[in-house]
C-alpha cells in the first residue's frame, strides 16, 4: 500500500538531512495521502527527494520523527528487533548489565533509533513508556520483541498521562505483560532498591544520574553533605558508602523518603543518613546560615518542560544556585544539575555565575557531568543532550 508524505519546506530541510530526528510543525509544506495518527509516511524535501521515514502525529508540535534514511525500510517488527539488538550490544560494551548492576535504560528513544520509546530494565521487570501515538499503535510487536529477546518477568507500563493525552492516545497503566508485582527490585553500583510503582517519577529511577551518582561517592570521604533534592536517596547513599562524615537528604514527597530510608537500611547505611521532609530552597537557607556543607548537591525537578518555558527556568536556576553557594561553606563544592535540553550547559554556566554573584560568592566549575552512556545522543540532536551538571568551587567573592 502506498505511504503519505509530509514534505519539508524549503529552508527547512538541511537539519533532517543532516540527522535530526524531528520534523517539527513549522517546517512542513504540506502534508499527502490520507494520513492519520500513528500511520507510517515518507518525508520529502521540495523537490520530492526521499529523507526517510517516520511516524506521523498529527496534534504534536513534532508531527514526525524519523526512523530510517533508507526511504524503502519499512517501520515493522523487524526494524524494532535490530534496534533493539543493538540497544542492547550497546549497553554490553559499557558493561551493563553487570554483577553489581542490573538497572539501567534499554533503549534511549532517539539515541537507540527508536523515537517514542523509552525501555528501562529494573532487575528482571521491564518499564515502558511510549511517547507517540505511532508507537502505542505498535505496542503488541514492541512488547513480543521484548519479551523474546529479554524473557523479563513482567513489563510495567509507565507512560505519562499527560504525553498520552498530548497524542491523542490512552495510556496503559500498571504491568501489562508477565506477573503482578508491587515494586521494582534492583542493583545499581552494588546498592540494592525496592522502588514501589506508586511512585511515579519517570519509568520509576533516575539511571541518568549514574555517574553522578559515583562521582558524588568518589567526593564525599571527609565531607559533610546536603543533598537538597534527594527522591529516594541514590545521591545521599552514595554520599555515606564514599566515607561521608555527616548525610543530610531532604525531599518533599513522604514516599520517597519511606523507600529511602528502606533502601539504607538494606545497604547498611541507615545510620550514616539524615532523612528529612521538607522543602530544597529552605533547608539550603538554613543551611546557609549555619555555616553550611562541604558538599552540596542540587538535583531539582525539570524546570523549563518546554523550550517556551525557558527564560522562567533559568531564572529559578540562579535562584538555585544563589542559595546553594549560601549552604556551600567556603571552598565547598556545590553540584548544580539541569534535566532540560532547554537549559543546556551554557544556560547552566549563566545561571551559576549570576547566583553567585548574587550572594557575594565566586565560584570555578571544575568538572561538567553528563547524562550516562545508557542515554546516547545523535551527533546532530543537540535536544538529546537534556541532562547537565557542574561540579564547583564555592569561594567568597
Known sequence: MALGSVTIKAGHVQPVWAGHPWVFAQAIERVEGGVSAGDEVQVLDGRGNPLGRGLYSPSSAIP?????????????????????????????????????????RVVHAEGDELPGLVVDKLGDVLAVQFGTVGMKRREAEILEVLSRLMSPRAIVDRTSQRTAELEGFKAGTGVVRGAPLERFEFLERGLSFQVPLALGQKTGFYFDQRPLRARIEALSRGRRVLDAYCYVGAIALSAARGGAVEVEAVDSSALSLEVAGEAALANGLSGRVKFERGDAQAALTRAGRSGGFDLVICDPPKFAPTRAAKQRAVESMRRLSAAGCRATRPGG?????????????????????LGSRDVG?????????????????????????????????????
Open 64 to 104: 514526525v520523527r524519523l526512523f530510517t534514511r533508507d526511504a524503502s525500510r519499512a517501520i515493522d517488527r523487524e526494524l524494532f528487533e535490530q534496534r533493539i539488538e543493538a540497544a542492547l550490544e550497546r549497553r554490553r560494551a559499557f558493561e551493563l548489565p553487570a554483577d553489581d548492576t542490573n538497572g539501567f
Open 333 to 353: 563544592l556545590l553540584v548544580l544539575c539541569s534535566c532540560s535540553a532547554a537549559v543546556g550547559l551554557a544556560e547552566l554556566n549563566r545561571a551559576l555565575a
Open 361 to 397: 560568592t565566586s565560584t570555578r566549575v571544575l568538572e561538567r557531568v553528563f547524562q550516562g552512556p545508557d542515554h546516547p545522543v545523535p551527533a546532530a540532536f543537540a535536544e538529546g543532550l537534556y541532562l547537565t551538571t557542574l561540579i564547583a568551587e564555592v569561594r567568597p567573592s
